[in-house]
């Protein structure tokens, strides 16, 4: 099973891709904006746990922001 966690360096994404690892998973741990990095590949299971994709421009433009979301859930 491919298992993609996004937000891997923060507390949540690095304690699961942890334990995943442990159990013997296939886990990608991905730390970067997803805009510009996605690994495009077909993974069987997301655990998205990336914060704030753009700072300030996130901030002032909430469509901007969910959009990147929708984009990595395809």
């Known amino acids: 099973m491919k298992i ?3 937000g891997a360096d923060g ?3 690095s304690k699961t891709v942890k334990y995943l690892k442990d159990r013997g998973y296939n886990v990608t741990a991905h730390t970067q904006d997803v805009r510009q990095s996605l690994p495009y590949e077909t993974y069987d299971v997301l655990y998205h746990f ?4 753009g700072g300030i421009k996130g901030i002032n433009n909430n469509l901007w922001d ?9």
């Open 4 to 6: 993609l966690v996004t």
């Open 11 to 13: 507390f949540l994404g």
């Open 50 to 53: 990336a914060a704030e994709l």
């Open 66 to 74: 969910i959009a990147g979301n929708i984009e990595l859930d395809r």
